[in-house]
């Protein structure tokens, strides 16, 4: 299998930048024929400054051969005033930009409030026939809502570090309870050992049809942690290959992609009906957009 070129790269590039700027029109009509099979997905959520970004870039090194090319979608905030993104996930990610074998593409999370952006279904619908063995998808951050990131993604990776407060943030919002894999990132840091003890007992409690979800610790400069992360998502895909109901999944996603479209045709019509359309009792209101929502 031979990965993309330059100039295959380039066209895809192009056609995500189409996509994540469509309307809901331009998406139905770009995605008419949706892939009977996906790629494997793997999911890495956690906390701002956990270290997400370095450890994706780690990861998708020691995940691509010459045999499988990968693909790292990064979606980074936007600001709810100005609607703008740094995207700064692909600063972080420098060291494997150059890399023919790995592909990277950042897209703000604009209005979306899950951890990921609108249209993240168009886009990994998108990257599918492309060379690529495998897609890594990188939320905001954590928060209750993603745990959408569940429906999109075949292994999730939730990333920990120490005396940040962020395990005890996860254990409120229930994040932990949909990871397959933790990883206590910075684990250089004091209080490591006691948060992966911490997650171990939570992980006891996740097991399910013989997966218990493990608990890796990964530094910057111990390439022996990053290999056992690799070696984890490697045994959760063999797993799932005998636990997963495909058709289930199938139907997830496209209940997940269904809802995204309806809500921005939603706030495309909001938008364009301006302000005096707001000045309606509910029920007229509701009238009014279902009525709209059929042109």
Known sequence: MSGPSRNPRRNLSRALSRIANADVTDTLAQQSVLPTENLPRIGITGAPGAGKSSLIARLAKLRKNADRKVAVLAVDPSSPVSQGSI?????????????????????????????????????????????????????????QAEYTIRTLVDTVVLILVPHSGDAIQAMKAGILEMADIYVVNKADLPGADLMAAEIEQVADHQSADGWTPPVIMTTRDDPAGFAALDDAINAHAAWRADHRDVT???????????????????DEILEAAGEDFLDQDPGALFDAIVSRLGR
């Open 87 to 143: 995207l700064g996930d692909r600063i972080r990610m420098d060291a494997i930009a150059d890399d023919p074998d790995i592909f990277i593409r950042s897209i703000p999370s604009r209005r979306a409030h899950d951890g990921l952006a609108d249209n993240t279904a168009d886009l990994l619908n998108a990257m599918e026939g492309h060379g690529f063995g495998e897609i890594i998808l990188e939320t905001v951050g954590v928060g």
């Open 248 to 266: 289930a999944a199938r139907r997830a996603r496209a209940r997940y992609q269904t809802q995204g479209l309806i809500s921005r045709r939603i």
